[in-house]
C-alpha cells in the first residue's frame, strides 16, 4: 500500500475549475500508474483519468474539461477540471498501480492497489 493524501476539492459554480492533488508519500517509480476515479453513492467508481509514463486517458464524459499531470519533483499527482459541470459533482479517489497502464485497462479500478481518502467536489447550478 502506498499512502495517498487527496486536497483541492470544494465548491464551484457549473463552468468553474478546481485543481485536485494527490501527494505520494515516498518514492514514486517510473513504472508506476496513476489515476483518479469517481464515485457517488450507490454507484460504481468510475474512472475519470490516468496516466502512465508520458500516456494520458480520460472518460469520454471529461476529455476536454480535465487534464491529469504529474509533478515528479513533489511525488503529485494533478488533475485540473475545468468547465465543470452537476453531474462532476462527487467524491474524487486518488490511486496507484504499481505497474502500466494501457488504453485497455486503465479504467478499471481492480487494477489498482492503493487509494486515497476521497475528495468531494460539490458544483453549484
Known amino acids: 500500500q502506498v499512502p495517498l493524501v487527496e486536497s483541492g476539492g470544494g465548491s464551484v459554480q457549473a463552468g468553474g475549475s478546481l485543481r485536485l492533488s494527490c501527494e505520494v508519500a515516498?518514492?514514486?517509480?517510473?513504472?508506476?500508474?496513476m489515476g483518479w476515479f469517481r464515485q457517488s453513492p450507490g454507484k460504481a467508481r468510475e474512472g475519470v483519468a490516468a496516466?502512465?509514463?508520458?500516456?494520458?486517458y480520460y472518460a469520454d464524459s471529461v476529455k476536454g474539461r480535465f487534464t491529469v499531470s504529474q509533478d515528479n519533483f513533489k511525488n503529485t499527482l494533478l488533475l485540473q477540471m475545468d468547465s465543470l459541470k452537476p453531474e462532476d459533482l462527487t467524491v474524487y479517489y486518488c490511486?496507484?498501480?504499481?505497474?502500466?497502464?494501457?488504453?485497455?485497462?486503465?479504467?478499471?479500478?481492480?487494477?489498482?492497489?492503493?487509494w486515497g481518502q476521497g475528495t468531494r467536489v460539490t458544483v453549484s447550478p
Open positions: 515516498g518514492y514514486t517509480y517510473s513504472w508506476w500508474s
Open positions: 490511486t496507484v498501480k504499481t505497474s502500466p497502464v494501457t488504453g485497455a485497462n486503465w479504467w478499471h479500478p481492480e487494477n489498482y492497489t492503493s
Open positions: 496516466l502512465y509514463g508520458f500516456s494520458t
